[in-house]
């Protein structure tokens, strides 16, 4: 088993990355990694290169490029770590580059399976139950029609029995209500398609005021709306750090936060968006995954492991089994 | 000055209205308010009818009734409550019925101001910055076009100034990203015509991870998007509400509890969805205000204050000379 990682392009240095994969080729005795990066700087954090092969650039996507740059940029650490995986030198590619950038250069790398008309960005998000939610899609897609929808949902749902190794996963629809007539047009309309698909476990709409709630274990929805409730958690959770944060400096509060110390480290624990698994862009001829900006050598070993359970489980052998 | 008051079809008993009328009516000298409701349980509740009559009446518009079934109901308390704007008898009607149902009645008894489409269910959203924010529309239309966004952005921008009692309040697009050329075409649409009304303090995009942090007096959004987001906010605080209460329960968390209730108190505080002063359905020809379907004493009187300063302040007669 053979993982490409692009070691550039992310908010921390390239040892947190690199660091992670040495101590996953100890873990696992299959797992072969080619880090793509700097090689003066992998070698500086690299102790041994057992299992572990490096392919040299020095050019990088930054966080803030646009697509367009990111494409011209052809010898990029993303743009060959995805060309191992193309060249089936690689069984799965993993990045903590610029979002954007990577579905735009993923899926015009590996291309989409068959019957497929878009990508479909999915994250493992956090709930309060404990078990990820898998959320396709939020984010690679601005504009969706029904068919697109319940594509996703049949991605999603065989991602999600691989991931969180369970039968018949629960998938709703994200929606303003639970009755049948709510929402946009092409909304109640993959709610009518998904009603009849038998191979999938449909519970209906979910609204998004349920989706920390574990209700589900697949969310489907268009890029925009995922993108917009996705981003509406995140900022709910800062909010409510930050001003826990400020209170409990406040001489009146240093007490509390002395004795809530378990319950607030809990909380965000809990709810840590940073420390997912991280997110699989699914539909294209390839496994690949993304991992957050800011990804620590913790976030890395996470993702990492997620896509050795994508390969190990062979993911990507069950959806080319999809009927689209 | 006169306020009908829809006292019944919400989740606590009619006392919690007729109470918070009371007492506003003592407080303000000049306020009188109709009580719509049934006159039994009414009086009930009332220790003194000074500046406020009754109108008697036994049906109610349940909180899960769908549109048509609160069409029908043609003695109901709320479309009672309504026709006394109507008639010109008050100067603005509140309610803490079901949302749906109130917005449809408002609209087809008061109709729209000249040259508006569409009403917009515009909230008043706690924000980290203690000022609240005016978001129109956040589920009144679910399908919008760019020029329902900018008569939400001209109506929200003179409710704001009112409201908040703020001269040139910041007007923002909710959106995707931040860049231009991000979003749904409407709403890129939406930006380039916002962009050049002179008489709009208008900002730019915001991402739904800022909503909370005050960077705007007014956000604009159709209300399907708007409806996807306030409920995901709302979402996110009681996950993390109930799990801290969930923890604070436990041996180990009580002591954090005890010494951490000043802060706990402050965030509910802070972000209280029940205790926001309500909503305002803009784009009629009359003030019709909304209170939240749990609504308590306290509430109630939050809103009709807030009824009461859009009167005083002549919110309607600002709202008319906007060019649309």
Same mark, same amino acid.
């Given at each position: ?12 240095? %390239?040892?947190? /990355?690199? *660091? ?7 873990? +696992? @005795?299959? =797992?072969?990694? &080619? ?57 799965? %590619?993993?990045? /903590?580059? *610029? ?7 993923? +899926? @015009?790398? =590996?291309?989409? &399976? ?211």
């Amino acid at each position: 088993m053979k993982i490409a990682v692009d070691v550039m392009g992310f908010e921390n240095p %390239v040892f947190e /990355a690199v *660091s992670a994969c040495e101590k996953l080729v100890k873990k +696992y @005795s299959e =797992l072969e990694i &080619i880090l793509v990066g700097d090689e003066s700087k992998i070698l500086k954090s690299l102790k041994s290169k057992e299992r572990i092969e490096i392919i040299d650039t020095k050019v990088f996507i930054n966080q803030s490029d646009e697509v367009f740059t990111a494409i011209r940029k052809k010898d990029s650490s993303m743009s060959l770590a995805i060309d191992q995986v193309v060249n089936k030198k690689a069984d799965a %590619v993993v990045s /903590a580059g *610029s979002t954007a950038c990577y579905v735009a250069l993923t +899926y @015009s790398k =590996l291309g989409l &399976i068959k019957n497929i008309s878009k990508p479909a960005f999915t994250p493992l998000v956090p709930t309060a139950k404990g078990i990820p939610l898998v959320w396709s899609d939020v984010g690679a897609n601005k504009v969706c029609d029904e068919n697109d929808l319940v594509c996703f949902a049949k991605l999603a749902s065989v991602a999600s029995e691989v991931i969180l190794d369970i039968k018949e996963p629960k998938v709703a629809l994200l929606n303003i209500g639970t009755e049948e007539y709510k929402g946009l047009d092409f909304i109640v309309e993959a709610n009518k398609i998904l009603k009849n698909e038998k191979k999938i476990n449909y519970i209906g709409y979910l609204e998004s005021r349920e989706i920390l709630f574990g209700r589900t274990n697949v969310l489907v929805s268009d890029g925009f709306t995922g993108n917009i409730a996705l981003k509406a958690l995140e900022g709910t959770f800062k909010a409510v750090a930050n001003q826990m944060k400020r209170d409990f400096k406040k001489p009146s509060g240093w007490l509390g936060a002395l004795f809530s110390l378990n319950v607030v480290r809990k909380l965000k624990k809990t709810f840590d968006y940073k420390n997912n698994a991280g997110a699989i862009v699914l539909g294209l001829n390839g496994l690949a995954v993304k991992t957050h900006g800011s990804a620590d050598e913790q976030q890395f070993i996470s993702t990492i492991e997620l896509t050795i359970k994508c390969i190990k489980d062979d993911l990507m052998g069950k959806i080319k089994k999809i009927k689209f």
